[in-house]
């Protein structure tokens, strides 16, 4: 699959940014205004989202995803992901770890952590899921993407989101079921290879998301030797849109590691 990119800035450094799940490449302009001098950052629509093609199946969604971003990785490259984008950009890490130099993340969502470190965590996501499931089964997908946008979203209510973003997240919110393999399940086997991990690594999240988050993100750091671990008072999951300069602040700290 060919994916859809624009690019912000002219920094001398090149990076790649994933977005989250039922958002877009665009998502990532204000933080890459913030680090325009240091980074050309090359923000990628995931597919199904922006401009990129739908994704139909039967291939795995995640699986499908980090193929058709590999071939983008031709040099060493800045990693930035949000949510579903972060838990990508893992996989890219570790497919191509000679291309990565390091890697930003703000909540990856890979909740399969939470089934060994917070069962009870874990327990409360399935049911949440559910609940989407159920009502997409049900030939309500706009109940389904309101659940969901609930608890993930930038904490508006449904009625006050715009139009096109109501109308899009009860389009792509199959994505979210569809991508349960890879991040709820791990299928693509990335917590036993978390170690391997060697760059230097940000794992950030907001003090207001659930409590699922922490948890997350303390098991990701956990596993990768030298990781940092950054939460953000007042925050929660769409932290890269509504507080971009603290999460550009954190990306540059990542960035000077690296060298």
């Known amino acids: 699959m060919e994916l859809f990119s624009q690019d912000f800035g002219t920094g001398p450094r090149k990076a790649i940014a994933l977005h989250c799940s039922l958002a877009h490449s665009g998502a990532w302009k204000r933080v890459a205004q913030c680090l325009s001098e240091m980074l050309t950052i090359r923000a990628f ?10 994704w139909q199946g039967p291939e795995d969604l995640t699986q499908m995803t980090v193929d058709a971003l590999l071939p983008h990785l031709t040099e060493p490259v800045d990693l930035i992901g949000h949510s579903f984008g972060g838990v990508v950009c893992l996989r890219l890490a570790l497919e191509r770890p000679e291309m990565v130099r390091s890697l930003s993340l703000f909540e990856p969502v890979l ?41 993930w979203g930038d904490g508006r209510r449904w009625a006050d989101l715009p139009r096109d973003l109501r109308e ?92």
């Open 45 to 54: 629509d995931l597919p199904s989202h922006g401009k990129s093609p739908d």
């Open 111 to 151: 909740m399969a952590i939470a089934r060994e470190d917070g069962p009870r965590e874990a327990a409360w996501n399935d049911a949440l899921m559910r609940d989407v499931g159920d009502q997409i089964a049900r030939g309500d997908p706009e109940a389904g993407a309101r659940i969901f946008m609930r608890v």
């Open 168 to 259: 899009g997240s009860t389009r792509r919110i199959g994505f979210i079921a569809s991508s349960r393999p890879g991040i709820d399940e791990d299928n693509g086997h990335i917590i036993p290879r978390l170690g391997r991990i060697s760059v230097p690594t940000v794992l950030m999240d907001g003090g207001e998301s659930p409590p699922l988050m922490k948890v997350v993100q303390d098991g990701i750091a956990a596993r990768i030797p030298n990781a940092r671990r950054v939460t953000f008072a007042g925050q929660a999951h769409m932290g890269p849109i509504t507080h971009a300069s603290d999460v550009a602040r954190e990306i540059a700290v990542t960035l000077a590691e690296a060298g």
